[in-house]
Structure formats: structure tokens, C-alpha cells
Nanobody, 125 residues
Framework: VQLQASGGGLVQAGGSLRLTCAAS????????LAWFRQAPGKEREFVAA????????TYVDSVKGRFTISRDKAKTTVYLQMNNLKPEDTAVYYC???????????????????WGQGTQVTVSS
């Protein structure tokens, strides 16, 4: 599975961005997809995940009510709509895919095998 993330940028606090992750490969539509982020000097942090058919999602508490993860009908593109952005959301955002199927959504980085290249999100105060 190959992952290509895009959509990052510079935005003022309170603004919005939409990140896109395009997944390719024979099994791209079969598995969960997730977003993680990593700020300078900090560990990679789970942000949101969506299951293979888009029917189940989960979020880290700090983004609930502000971010929405979704998946297109072909199940190979995942979006992260980010509203009411805050300076603490500043980070490099990565999309990720696992290499196996699971009944429950996974939130730990080591549960994911494939990673996109990352896209920078900077929120100014």
C-alpha cells in the first residue's frame, strides 16, 4: 500500500484545512486508515481513524468536535476535515494504514505498517 498525503498549509487560529490521503495498492480499500501527527520534539500522536467501509470512526479527545475523518466511496481516499484549528494543532500530519484486518480501530503507531510522507500544518495565533 502506498499513501500520499496532501492539503497542509499555514492557517490562522480558528481557520480550517482539509487533509487528503490517497491510498493505492491491491489491498488499499480493505483496511482501516488513520491520521497521526508529530510536533517538534514530541512523540507521534494518534489523531483519528476510520474503518474499511467508513462506518466506524474514533478520535483523540483533543480534536473531538473539531475534526472529522471520512472516506470516499471507493474507500481509497481518506479525508481529515479540520475546523476551529488551534496553535497546538501545529504538526506534521501523517496518514497510515495497517497490514492486517482488525475488528476494532487501532490507535497506536506500531499497529500501522504503511505511512505517507507527511504534510505540514501550521496554525498561527
Amino acid at each position: 500500500v502506498q499513501l500520499q498525503a496532501s492539503g497542509g498549509g499555514l492557517v490562522q487560529a480558528g481557520g480550517s484545512l482539509r487533509l487528503t490521503c490517497a491510498a493505492s495498492g491491491r489491498t488499499a480499500s480493505m483496511y482501516d486508515l488513520a491520521w497521526f501527527r508529530q510536533a517538534p520534539g514530541k512523540e507521534r500522536e494518534f489523531v483519528a481513524a476510520i474503518n474499511w467501509n467508513g462506518g466506524s470512526t474514533t478520535y483523540v479527545d483533543s480534536v473531538k468536535g473539531r475534526f472529522t475523518i471520512s472516506r470516499d466511496k471507493a474507500k481509497t481516499t481518506v479525508y481529515l476535515q479540520m475546523n476551529n484549528l488551534k496553535p497546538e494543532d501545529t504538526a506534521v500530519y501523517y496518514c497510515a494504514a495497517p497490514s492486517s484486518w482488525s475488528y476494532s480501530l487501532r490507535i497506536r503507531p506500531y499497529d500501522y505498517t504503511y505511512w505517507g510522507q507527511g504534510t505540514q500544518v501550521t496554525v498561527s495565533s
